[in-house]
């Protein structure tokens, strides 16, 4: 029995005719595109990281040597200096505290209390040390506030003069000391008040470990009770020589 097919359909000839040149217009269109466009393009993409340093901040703080710790420590032979720091900011302390009559602010310019006990060699030296010498220095100051007078607090420090030639060493031994020390007399304190110039004595400065302090200030031997000023003066006033311990 001989084969047969149907005859297509009006339709199926139709889909016959076009579909091969939808196709081929498609790839025409796309091999367009492609030539446009110079083929495949490849968008690099960079990643930039930034690294921020860690920034380490060291703060030292500075060791200050209170007086109190400078007495805890043993004595040197170290010869001390007028012009030292140590000094001259306890110079502005005393005179600030005779300007406004403050005798507790002037207390980092007296000789420490621990030196003290260690420098003499007699029972009882720290009693001595607050009841007396504590004492006759708190005495001096308010004296010298009275000396300056009504304005005493807008009097101005000028120099604290000290006469490095009559510094000496004074041994262990004299004086009832167990450990030696230098010594100077008669230093001038000097300041203007009023648009004058006017000054007063140190009675005594002694040394501990390279710096000086204040051990008498308006007496070695006193008159009496009661507060002393030792020699006031207008203008910078003299040091005389003297060689006490």
Same mark, same amino acid.
């Given at each position: ?87 001259? *900011? *306890? ?35 720290? *009693?001595?040390?607050? @009841? ?7 005495? @001096?100051?308010?004296?010298?506030? *009275? ?83 030792? @020699? ?14």
């Amino acid at each position: 029995m001989a084969g047969h097919t149907t005859p297509p359909t009006r339709g199926q000839r139709l889909v016959r005719r076009f579909v091969p040149l939808v196709v081929g217009t498609v790839v025409v269109l796309w091999l367009l595109v492609d030539l446009a466009g110079g083929g495949a393009s490849t968008v690099a993409t960079t990643t930039t990281t930034t690294t921020v340093p860690r920034v380490v901040t060291t703060t030292t703080v500075p060791v200050t040597t209170t007086t109190s710790a400078a007495g805890a420590l043993p004595q040197t032979g170290a010869y001390p200096s007028s012009a030292s720091p140590q000094f001259q *900011a *306890a110079m502005g302390d005393l005179f600030g505290a005779v300007a406004h009559g403050t005798p507790p602010t002037a207390a980092g310019a007296f000789f420490p209390e621990g030196a003290y006990v260690q420098l003499k060699s007699i029972a009882g030296a720290s *009693a001595d040390y607050q @009841d007396r010498l504590l004492a006759e220095y708190d005495e @001096d100051i308010t004296a010298a506030t *009275a000396e300056l007078g009504t304005d005493a607090s807008s009097a101005t420090l000028v120099s604290v003069q000290v006469p490095m030639g009559f510094a000496h060493w004074v041994p262990a031994g004299e004086c009832e000391n167990a450990v030696g020390y230098f010594e100077v007399a008669n230093s001038r304190v000097v300041y203007t008040l009023a648009g004058v110039t006017r000054s007063f004595g140190i009675a005594s400065l002694i040394s501990w470990r390279g710096e000086w302090y204040v051990v008498h200030l308006g007496a070695i031997l006193r008159p009496g009770s009661g507060g002393v000023v030792l @020699d006031p003066q207008t203008g910078p006033g003299t040091s005389p020589a003297s060689t006490t311990c």
